[in-house]
């Protein structure tokens, strides 16, 4: 029988090693872990969509899932096995709590510009390595030039883009007509004020900063 | 025309049903009008098919439209993950066809489109050879939640076929050949087979294919000949599965997979590619005579 459970921050850790079998790693350094425990902890609301459009190494998002009991506890186990629900890049079809099948670059922001359409609150998460995929542009624009205010994207910046983003990555959306915060990205606090803060009709995209 | 028709039908359909979201990037932008279910992206491809899956997401039912290369191949990944691999829906027209737009050059020629979106799995594909084909087809398509592409061309066919599916139109001898012409095939290959004792069969819907109404109208015979207005071949392998267990022979006409640097109009493009009723005459001779005890000119 599933085992559905609510677990905290302080647990994660052992869920991820559940995922992966490595006991050593340092699971502060997981670029994505404190931004979506933060949006599952803090700010999702019944009815709202979480996109995960980076979907490499997407065992963060596995361990949250399992946390807040929107997936099976016991699948952590097989992760990345023949018949396990869990891969290396998520599948909405296969793993319970999974909203967007993802993995290729690029494909979760457009997607969400065509559930902000409808007026659903919709977060999306990139990466800003993957920022340079030009699908992304596309959705950048025409989320701007249309407010779609129910749009919020956030970046984990990494620095891991080979040729960087001059001037930084909240200006380009500003120029497009959102409007932009950051955060650190391991401050719960600064994640939950940047990624709540009050709106002005248009898109937001908060970049939160992490030390590779 | 059957484009005049598609945007006549999908006003319709955005003032009749509340899940019909039109989404376009600049191409019928205009001739479909302004509507609060209507979105233009601009010229964004990639975003038009990623806009349809997230309404899809959020249960709408999208009508993403636009030149079928544009449409079809610009963002082939987007179909295959945004729509195929998400398991969302939506009903994808084109216009343009294999070489509706000869003028404007091989950008705008997609002979391949079909082959292409029938190497994705779940597509439904429609060809229609009449407006009043469409109309059904559309209407169909828009109420399921399925993944359809609907191909318009600038070619039709004199008259509708009712009945949507495979259809016999003309019954041979019990082992006479059979011509399977698909969508606006048909007006040629009505006049290329005239006189001839061949079955003659259309097809408006290719995917899923009809493996056992194709079995039936062969009867006892072992030719088939397929007319396909895009790239030849593209239903080949349809055919050798419908017929797996059956010794047969198959001659598949359609545009060649060729690099074909010409310009000029759509009837110059068709006769270039043997698709008019003379060069399916042509073929159709040839093929039969390599098997003359079994067909040929009737009397």
Redesign the interface.
């Given at each position: 029988m599933a085992t559905m459970t609510t677990l905290g921050y302080a647990d994660l850790p052992a869920l991820l090693i559940r995922l992966t079998g490595d006991e050593k790693h340092d699971w502060s350094s997981i670029s994505t872990l404190d931004t979506i425990w933060v949006l599952y902890d803090r700010v999702l609301r019944e009815g709202d969509r979480f996109l995960l459009s980076k979907g490499h190494g997407p065992t963060a998002y596995y361990a949250v899932l399992a946390a807040k009991g929107l997936l099976p506890l016991e699948t952590l186990d097989d992760f990345g096995e023949f018949d396990s629900p869990l891969g290396h890049h998520p599948d909405r079809m296969l793993a319970p709590g999974v909203e967007l099948s993802s993995g290729s670059l690029g494909h979760g922001l457009p997607i969400a510009a065509g559930v902000a359409l409808t007026g659903r609150r919709v977060y999306c998460l990139l990466g800003d390595a993957e920022l340079e995929e030009g699908s992304n542009w596309e959705a950048v624009q025409f989320a701007g030039r249309e407010r779609l205010a129910s749009l919020t994207a956030i970046v984990i910046d990494n620095r891991s883009s080979t040729h960087g983003w001059p001037g930084g990555i909240g200006p380009r959306f500003e120029a497009e007509g959102w409007t932009s915060g950051t955060a650190d990205g391991r401050n719960h606090n600064a994640l939950e004020g940047a990624l709540t803060a009050p709106r002005t009709g248009r898109p937001h995209v908060v970049v939160t900063v992490v030390t590779p | 025309m059957m484009r005049q028709r598609f945007y006549e039908l999908l006003r319709e359909a955005l003032d009749e049903d509340e899940r019909v979201?039109a989404v376009t990037a600049e191409i019928g932008t205009a001739q479909i009008g302004s509507h609060p279910r209507h979105?233009n992206?601009?010229i964004?491809e990639?975003?038009l098919?990623?806009?349809?899956?997230?309404?899809?997401?959020?249960g709408?039912r999208?009508v993403a439209h636009s030149y079928a290369p544009f449409l079809v191949e610009r963002p082939y990944?987007?179909i295959k993950?945004?729509l195929g691999?998400?398991?969302l829906g939506a009903v994808l027209v084109s216009t343009g066809a294999s070489y509706d737009a000869a003028s404007e050059g091989r950008t705008h020629q997609a002979p391949e489109d079909v082959a292409a979106l029938a190497a994705l799995p779940g597509w439904t594909i429609h060809v229609p050879g009449h407006p009043h084909e469409l109309e059904h087809l559309f209407r169909a398509a828009l109420r399921t939640d399925d993944r359809v592409y609907i191909r318009l061309s600038e070619e039709q066919n004199h008259a509708r076929v009712d009945g949507g599916g495979f259809t016999v139109l003309r019954r041979g001898g019990t082992a006479a050949p059979l011509v399977l012409a698909v969508g606006p095939s048909l007006a040629p290959t009505l006049v290329a087979t005239a006189s001839l004792d061949v079955t003659v069969a259309y097809l408006a819907t290719v995917r899923p294919f009809p493996h056992a109404a194709l079995r039936e109208a062969l009867g006892d015979g072992d030719a088939v000949v397929l007319v396909e207005p895009y790239l030849a071949g593209t239903s080949s392998a349809e055919i050798s599965e419908a017929l797996v267990d059956r010794p047969h022979r198959l001659l598949a006409l359609g545009v060649p997979n060729v690099e074909f640097r010409r310009y000029g109009t759509g009837p110059d493009h068709r006769s270039a590619h043997g698709l008019d009723a003379a060069g399916i005459r042509a073929s159709l001779e040839g093929f039969l005579r390599r098997n003359p005890q079994r067909a040929g000119a009737g009397a």
């Open positions: - | 979201v979105v992206v601009g964004r990639q975003l098919i990623g806009v349809a899956a997230g309404l899809a997401l959020e709408r999208p990944e987007q993950l945004d691999h998400n398991d």
